[in-house]
Protein backbone atom coordinates (compact mmCIF):
# COMPACT_ATOMS: atom_id res chain seq x y z
CA UNK A 1 0.00 0.00 0.00
CA UNK A 2 1.35 3.21 -0.59
CA UNK A 3 0.31 5.88 1.49
CA UNK A 4 0.34 10.12 0.77
CA UNK A 5 -0.34 12.28 3.29
CA UNK A 6 -2.13 15.30 2.79
CA UNK A 7 -2.32 18.29 4.59
CA UNK A 8 -6.24 18.28 5.53
CA UNK A 9 -9.24 17.56 3.87
CA UNK A 10 -9.19 20.07 0.94
CA UNK A 11 -5.96 19.23 -0.04
CA UNK A 12 -6.63 15.29 0.50
CA UNK A 13 -9.74 16.20 -1.89
CA UNK A 14 -7.80 17.93 -4.35
CA UNK A 15 -5.21 14.96 -4.69
CA UNK A 16 -7.78 12.72 -5.16
CA UNK A 17 -9.05 14.59 -8.03
CA UNK A 18 -5.70 15.04 -9.68
CA UNK A 19 -5.96 11.05 -9.33
CA UNK A 20 -8.63 10.49 -10.99
CA UNK A 21 -8.62 13.37 -13.75
CA UNK A 22 -5.28 11.51 -14.64
CA UNK A 23 -6.77 7.88 -15.33
CA UNK A 24 -9.36 9.76 -17.48
CA UNK A 25 -7.56 11.95 -19.27
CA UNK A 26 -4.89 8.71 -19.85
CA UNK A 27 -7.48 5.57 -20.48
CA UNK A 28 -9.60 4.89 -23.26
CA UNK A 29 -12.41 3.81 -22.10
CA UNK A 30 -11.92 3.91 -17.88
CA UNK A 31 -14.68 2.42 -15.76
CA UNK A 32 -14.75 4.04 -12.27
CA UNK A 33 -15.79 2.86 -9.63
CA UNK A 34 -17.47 5.28 -7.08
CA UNK A 35 -18.43 5.90 -3.50
CA UNK A 36 -21.08 7.81 -1.72
CA UNK A 37 -20.75 10.12 2.33
CA UNK A 38 -19.35 12.53 2.99
CA UNK A 39 -15.50 11.97 2.57
CA UNK A 40 -15.71 12.53 -1.67
CA UNK A 41 -18.14 15.58 -1.41
CA UNK A 42 -14.69 18.03 -1.98
CA UNK A 43 -12.93 15.61 -4.31
CA UNK A 44 -16.36 15.54 -6.45
CA UNK A 45 -16.78 18.95 -6.20
CA UNK A 46 -12.96 19.49 -7.72
CA UNK A 47 -14.54 17.28 -10.28
CA UNK A 48 -16.47 19.95 -11.29
CA UNK A 49 -14.28 22.28 -11.40
CA UNK A 50 -12.02 20.89 -13.36
CA UNK A 51 -14.65 19.98 -15.86
CA UNK A 52 -15.86 23.94 -16.02
CA UNK A 53 -12.49 25.64 -16.22
CA UNK A 54 -10.40 22.91 -17.95
CA UNK A 55 -12.74 20.72 -19.96
CA UNK A 56 -12.00 17.44 -18.60
CA UNK A 57 -14.14 15.40 -20.61
CA UNK A 58 -16.13 12.50 -19.10
CA UNK A 59 -18.54 11.07 -22.49
CA UNK A 60 -15.72 8.06 -22.73
CA UNK A 61 -15.59 7.14 -18.81
CA UNK A 62 -18.01 4.11 -16.94
CA UNK A 63 -19.05 4.45 -13.56
CA UNK A 64 -19.96 1.78 -11.41
CA UNK A 65 -21.16 2.59 -7.17
CA UNK A 66 -20.31 0.29 -4.64
CA UNK A 67 -23.34 0.80 -2.97
CA UNK A 68 -27.37 1.63 -2.75
CA UNK A 69 -29.66 1.63 0.13
CA UNK A 70 -32.77 -1.07 -0.23
CA UNK A 71 -36.01 -0.12 -0.29
CA UNK A 72 -35.26 4.30 -1.49
CA UNK A 73 -36.42 5.15 -4.90
CA UNK A 74 -33.61 6.33 -7.26
CA UNK A 75 -35.14 10.32 -7.10
CA UNK A 76 -35.73 9.87 -3.33
CA UNK A 77 -32.88 12.86 -1.79
CA UNK A 78 -31.53 10.08 0.60
CA UNK A 79 -30.87 7.54 -2.61
CA UNK A 80 -26.71 7.22 -3.27
CA UNK A 81 -28.11 7.43 -7.18
CA UNK A 82 -29.55 11.01 -6.49
CA UNK A 83 -26.39 12.05 -4.32
CA UNK A 84 -24.51 11.17 -7.69
CA UNK A 85 -26.88 12.67 -9.77
CA UNK A 86 -26.11 16.20 -7.45
CA UNK A 87 -22.25 15.82 -6.62
CA UNK A 88 -21.32 14.89 -10.09
CA UNK A 89 -23.19 13.26 -13.15
CA UNK A 90 -25.49 16.20 -14.09
CA UNK A 91 -22.33 18.63 -13.58
CA UNK A 92 -20.10 17.04 -16.37
CA UNK A 93 -20.51 15.46 -19.72
CA UNK A 94 -20.64 11.50 -19.00
CA UNK A 95 -23.42 9.85 -20.55
CA UNK A 96 -26.23 9.21 -17.85
CA UNK A 97 -26.80 5.61 -19.52
CA UNK A 98 -22.40 5.00 -18.48
CA UNK A 99 -23.61 5.66 -14.90
CA UNK A 100 -24.61 2.52 -12.87
CA UNK A 101 -25.65 1.90 -9.53
CA UNK A 102 -27.19 -1.14 -8.01
CA UNK A 103 -31.38 -0.91 -8.31
CA UNK A 104 -32.06 -0.91 -4.44
CA UNK A 105 -35.69 -1.10 -5.86
CA UNK A 106 -35.18 -4.31 -7.33
CA UNK A 107 -38.15 -6.92 -6.42
CA UNK A 108 -35.19 -9.50 -6.76
CA UNK A 109 -32.18 -8.38 -4.70
CA UNK A 110 -30.16 -11.60 -5.40
CA UNK A 111 -30.87 -11.24 -9.27
CA UNK A 112 -29.83 -7.96 -8.77
CA UNK A 113 -26.67 -8.80 -6.83
CA UNK A 114 -25.94 -11.37 -10.08
CA UNK A 115 -26.59 -8.46 -12.72
CA UNK A 116 -24.43 -6.20 -10.85
CA UNK A 117 -21.37 -8.57 -11.20
CA UNK A 118 -22.20 -9.32 -14.86
CA UNK A 119 -22.48 -5.70 -15.39
CA UNK A 120 -18.96 -5.05 -13.84
CA UNK A 121 -17.56 -8.02 -15.94
CA UNK A 122 -19.05 -6.84 -19.05
CA UNK A 123 -17.35 -3.54 -18.82
CA UNK A 124 -13.82 -5.00 -18.76
CA UNK A 125 -13.66 -4.83 -14.66
CA UNK A 126 -12.75 -1.60 -12.40
CA UNK A 127 -9.67 0.50 -13.44
CA UNK A 128 -10.04 2.97 -10.18
CA UNK A 129 -11.87 2.04 -7.38
CA UNK A 130 -12.91 5.18 -5.12
CA UNK A 131 -13.24 4.17 -1.11
CA UNK A 132 -14.53 5.96 1.95
CA UNK A 133 -13.34 3.97 5.24
CA UNK A 134 -16.35 3.41 8.01
CA UNK A 135 -15.60 3.91 11.56
CA UNK A 136 -16.04 0.23 11.92
CA UNK A 137 -13.43 -0.62 9.33
CA UNK A 138 -15.99 -1.26 6.67
CA UNK A 139 -15.21 -0.52 2.79
CA UNK A 140 -18.46 -0.21 0.65
CA UNK A 141 -21.27 -1.31 3.02
CA UNK A 142 -19.04 -4.43 3.69
CA UNK A 143 -19.21 -4.71 7.47
CA UNK A 144 -16.97 -6.53 9.88
CA UNK A 145 -17.08 -10.15 9.74
CA UNK A 146 -17.98 -10.39 5.75
CA UNK A 147 -15.99 -12.80 4.05
CA UNK A 148 -13.28 -12.10 1.84
CA UNK A 149 -14.98 -13.89 -0.81
CA UNK A 150 -18.40 -12.24 -0.76
CA UNK A 151 -19.78 -10.52 -4.05
CA UNK A 152 -22.23 -7.82 -4.77
CA UNK A 153 -24.76 -8.43 -2.13
CA UNK A 154 -27.63 -7.51 0.08
CA UNK A 155 -26.68 -6.83 3.71
CA UNK A 156 -28.15 -6.04 7.17
CA UNK A 157 -26.37 -2.67 8.00
CA UNK A 158 -25.32 -2.75 11.46
CA UNK A 159 -26.15 0.32 14.58
CA UNK A 160 -22.88 1.92 14.17
CA UNK A 161 -23.29 2.46 10.21
CA UNK A 162 -27.03 3.27 10.50
CA UNK A 163 -26.14 5.98 13.35
CA UNK A 164 -23.00 7.22 10.85
CA UNK A 165 -25.50 7.85 8.42
CA UNK A 166 -28.38 9.13 10.33
CA UNK A 167 -27.51 12.71 10.02
CA UNK A 168 -28.77 12.60 6.39
CA UNK A 169 -31.81 11.57 7.65
CA UNK A 170 -34.80 13.34 9.43
CA UNK A 171 -34.04 10.34 12.07
CA UNK A 172 -32.28 7.49 13.45
CA UNK A 173 -35.37 5.32 12.42
CA UNK A 174 -35.54 6.36 8.75
CA UNK A 175 -32.37 5.37 7.97
CA UNK A 176 -32.52 2.01 5.80
CA UNK A 177 -31.76 -1.28 7.48
CA UNK A 178 -29.94 -2.84 4.23
CA UNK A 179 -28.30 -2.34 1.30
CA UNK A 180 -26.55 -3.59 -1.72
CA UNK A 181 -23.18 -3.57 -1.76
CA UNK A 182 -19.85 -4.66 -4.03
CA UNK A 183 -18.52 -7.42 -1.88
CA UNK A 184 -14.85 -7.65 -0.86
CA UNK A 185 -13.65 -9.82 -3.49
CA UNK A 186 -15.88 -7.49 -6.76
CA UNK A 187 -13.48 -4.32 -4.64
CA UNK A 188 -10.51 -6.25 -4.42
CA UNK A 189 -10.98 -7.03 -8.18
CA UNK A 190 -10.39 -3.82 -9.30
CA UNK A 191 -7.37 -2.82 -10.53
CA UNK A 192 -6.24 0.26 -8.13
CA UNK A 193 -8.13 1.28 -5.40
CA UNK A 194 -7.75 4.47 -3.90
CA UNK A 195 -8.82 4.94 -0.20
CA UNK A 196 -9.71 8.90 1.12
CA UNK A 197 -9.52 9.16 4.94
CA UNK A 198 -9.99 12.38 6.83
CA UNK A 199 -10.33 13.96 9.85
CA UNK A 200 -9.50 12.87 13.59
CA UNK A 201 -12.61 10.63 14.10
CA UNK A 202 -10.67 8.56 11.44
CA UNK A 203 -7.33 8.27 12.99
CA UNK A 204 -8.34 5.02 15.71
CA UNK A 205 -9.49 3.24 12.59
CA UNK A 206 -6.86 4.23 10.26
CA UNK A 207 -4.14 3.18 12.49
CA UNK A 208 -5.84 -0.72 13.34
CA UNK A 209 -5.82 -0.94 9.52
CA UNK A 210 -2.29 -0.16 9.02
CA UNK A 211 -1.34 -1.93 12.03
CA UNK A 212 -3.23 -5.47 11.62
CA UNK A 213 -2.73 -8.46 9.37
CA UNK A 214 -5.05 -8.64 7.17
CA UNK A 215 -8.47 -9.75 8.82
CA UNK A 216 -12.66 -10.24 8.24
CA UNK A 217 -12.90 -8.34 11.55
CA UNK A 218 -11.77 -5.15 9.75
CA UNK A 219 -12.61 -5.33 6.00
CA UNK A 220 -10.35 -2.41 4.97
CA UNK A 221 -7.37 -4.37 6.64
CA UNK A 222 -7.68 -6.86 3.14
CA UNK A 223 -6.76 -4.39 1.18
CA UNK A 224 -2.78 -4.72 2.37
CA UNK A 225 -3.90 -7.85 0.00
CA UNK A 226 -4.28 -5.71 -2.81
CA UNK A 227 -1.22 -5.50 -5.19
CA UNK A 228 -2.21 -1.51 -5.64
CA UNK A 229 -4.08 0.25 -3.19
CA UNK A 230 -3.15 4.71 -2.44
CA UNK A 231 -4.13 5.50 0.77
CA UNK A 232 -4.77 9.81 0.92
CA UNK A 233 -4.98 10.34 4.50
CA UNK A 234 -4.82 13.95 5.77
CA UNK A 235 -2.73 14.85 9.18
CA UNK A 236 -5.87 14.40 11.83
CA UNK A 237 -6.38 10.67 10.44
CA UNK A 238 -2.86 10.32 10.75
CA UNK A 239 -2.36 11.73 14.07
CA UNK A 240 -2.65 8.11 15.74
CA UNK A 241 -0.24 6.47 13.15
CA UNK A 242 2.64 9.17 13.64
CA UNK A 243 1.91 9.16 17.52
CA UNK A 244 2.27 5.01 17.72
CA UNK A 245 5.24 5.38 15.05
CA UNK A 246 2.99 2.74 13.15
CA UNK A 247 4.48 1.36 9.87
CA UNK A 248 3.03 -0.67 7.58
P1 LIG B 1 -17.98 8.93 5.31
O1 LIG B 1 -18.31 7.39 5.24
O2 LIG B 1 -17.24 9.24 4.04
O3 LIG B 1 -19.30 9.61 5.36
O4 LIG B 1 -17.14 9.14 6.53
C1 LIG B 1 -17.34 6.48 4.84
C2 LIG B 1 -17.94 5.11 4.84
O5 LIG B 1 -18.80 4.83 5.69
O6 LIG B 1 -17.55 4.29 3.99
Redesign the pocket.
Known amino acids: MKLIEAKHYQDMSQKAARFIIEKVNRLPAPVLGL?T????LATYQCLREDHENNGTSYKHVYTVNLDEYVGVAPDDNNSYTYYMKKQLFDHIDIPPSHTHLPDGMAEDLEAECRRYESLIERLGGVDLQLL???LNG??GFNEPGTPFSSETHTVELTDS?RE?NARYFDSLSSVPSQAVTMGISTIMRSKQILLLVSGAKKADILAKLLSEEPNEDTPASLLKMHQDVVIIADSDALSIVKERGITY
Request: no cysteine; glycine share 34%.
Open positions: AGGTPGLGHITA
